[in-house]
């Protein structure tokens, strides 16, 4: 950061979720292999992860790893896939840009990208990048031989935690992680002071804009109208509300949904779709957000 506020850490993505490329660098099997500095092309979103993942805590308020453009709404990656992709990217707290052809942007690639919850991480005041706390190799393997399971987590300003579970397997997995490792960063062997307390767990993809509401918008004529329909919708408006001032509000728009609770030095289990990621926001519990239309 004493040179930039942000710089490319990889060689160029491409819209691949997790395929080898001999064009990609000059070692797709070990991305952190620390020889490896041909930058190249061809970079899946997987292999960029694994390139990040040990240098991960160099990202801080001023300077920020810069994990390249996004690829949601190109076509070659399913749904899940993008929304993993794009999520990862607001918690590692890369740049959003989008790669995309705004003028023919489907509905589900809008419905991505417009979601406050999964922006709120990026652009949440603590400014610091999650860290990958656990990686399992030991899972089904596709046609390339690729296939593994991470656990993502990092802190946030309000004292709340980012924790993603990342399926990058060939099959649905059942996936699982104590508090004494989502919060390792604190202290390891369970010694952290928050694995001593019991956290609601928010679900940061369950409010996802309906296609039908992405299609209305796309489909309309003229920016009055698409600023109705937004209106309309109550969906949060980074212009009138700053994320840092909604996060501090507690706005419940950037919160996602509550859909259970780990009891101290307890562990948050889910089923995970392959290649796909669940996102979630582990808040103290007792802590409540405000209703949008209450503020």
């Known amino acids: ?143 390339y031989g690729v296939g593994e399971t991470h656990v993502w987590s990092g802190k946030l300003h309000n004292g709340d935690q980012v924790v993603i579970f990342l399926n990058a397997a060939n099959e649905d997995l059942d996936m699982s992680a104590p508090l004494s490792e989502i919060f390792v960063s604190k202290g390891p062997g369970g010694s952290a002071p928050q694995v001593k307390q019991a956290w609601e767990v928010h679900d940061l993809w369950v409010n996802r804009m309906s296609d039908a509401d992405a299609q209305s918008i796309l489909k309309a004529s003229d920016l009055q109208t698409r600023a109705d329909i937004f209106e309309k919708l109550r969906w949060y408006n980074a212009t009138e509300i700053p994320y840092e001032v909604g996060l501090e509000q507690g706005d419940e728009r950037l919160f996602g949904q509550k859909v259970g609770v780990v009891e101290a030095h307890g562990a948050w289990s889910a089923k995970v779709s392959r290649h796909s990621a669940k996102v979630y926001r582990f808040r103290g519990s007792g802590i409540k957000s405000k209703r949008h239309d209450e503020l």
């Not at 064009?23 to 292999?33: A, E, I, R, Y």
């Open 1 to 143: 950061m004493s040179i930039a506020n942000a710089w490319r850490m990889s060689g160029d993505i491409y819209d691949s979720f997790s395929r080898p490329d001999d064009l990609c660098g000059c070692d797709t099997n070990n991305p952190t292999n620390p020889s490896c500095i041909a930058p190249g092309t061809h970079c899946s979103v997987l292999f960029i992860l694994n390139k990040v993942a040990p240098f991960a805590d160099r990202s801080i308020p001023g300077g920020w790893s810069d994990l390249d453009m996004l690829e949601v709404g190109h076509g070659g990656m399913t749904d899940e896939e993008y929304k993993a992709h794009f999520a990862l990217w607001a918690a590692l707290k890369s740049p959003l840009m989008l790669g995309n052809d705004l003028r023919i942007m489907s509905p589900s690639a809008l419905s991505i990208v417009n979601n406050p919850a999964i922006i709120a991480l990026s652009q949440d005041p603590h400014g610091r990048s999650a860290q990958r706390v656990s990686r399992n190799l030991n899972v089904p393997k596709d046609e």
